[in-house]
């Protein structure tokens, strides 16, 4: 009975690890607003950072600068996996193509990043 205590706890650990940090996200953005409000209704005028503040959590949209860089990063992970299917089952051959079919994924995905890095029509700003 105590092993299927050792999944469930697992998928909890890692539901945890995803919702907690959305939720503190979004209650500290609540908490932002209803300071602003209250400012406002007493008539006080908004401090510049702060509005900075609550622009700079608006999500931008991607440039082909950044789906370039992401894609470098999925191809990497993709090569390493790979590598490390290869190295381990440099003796035994059974780990070799399943590990190559699981690299393949990530290798996908930053193809298809690099890809999109060259049709995006968000191009970054020259600094």
Do not use: C, Y
Not at 95 to 124: C, D, E, Q, W
Request: charged share 15%.
């Amino acid at each position: 009975m105590d092993e299927v205590w050792i999944p469930i706890i697992m998928f909890f650990v890692i539901g945890a690890i995803v919702i907690v940090p959305i939720w503190l996200k979004s209650r500290e953005r609540l908490e932002m607003q209803a300071t602003l409000r209250a400012a406002i209704d007493k008539g006080q005028p908004v401090p510049a950072e702060v509005i900075e503040a609550l622009t700079r959590s608006v999500k931008v949209p991607p440039t082909s600068l950044s789906d370039m860089r992401a894609g470098v990063i999925w191809l990497a992970v993709g090569i390493g996996i790979g590598l490390f299917g290869f190295f381990v089952s440099f003796d035994k051959h059974d780990f070799h193509f399943p590990s190559m079919g699981f690299a393949a994924i990530p290798v996908v995905i930053g193809l298809a990043f690099i890809a999109l890095s060259f049709f995006n029509p968000n191009k970054p700003k020259p600094v």
